[in-house]
């Protein structure tokens, strides 16, 4: 682990200034992934969808039908939102991951890039 920091490190000195100032903040900006858009969505597509469904295939008949139905619904969108910030914490990770080892990649190219002419003869 400690490698690939120091050749994501090493990129980013060999990178053009502007260039290493956009690869630096892109990194830093994926490091902590938090999952809060992917969990918003979730949320927001069970609190849609579920009724839809429910109304759908069969309404409570009842009034304790119904009195059941709310905490489920509540438990349904929780639930939902919990496991749409799950998936996005891990498709960040994977970014970020993926993110290292393309600068460490570029790292190790430019290393192996030669920095002088060819001598002429």
Sequence with gaps: MAGAIQDVQRSLAAAPDGERER????YERTAHPCGCKSGAA?????????????LATSPPDSVLGAVLAVPLYLAVVIGAGAAGKLAGMAVGHRRHRR???????LATSRAAAPT??????
Aim: proline residues 7%; glycine residues 6%; hydrophobic residues 55%.
């Design 42 to 54: 979730m949320s927001l597509a069970a609190v849609v969808a579920w009724p839809a469904w429910i």
């Design 116 to 121: 002088s002419a060819p001598a002429e003869g």
């Design 99 to 105: 993110l290292g080892r393309r600068l460490a990649r």
């Design 23 to 26: 690869l630096r903040r892109r």
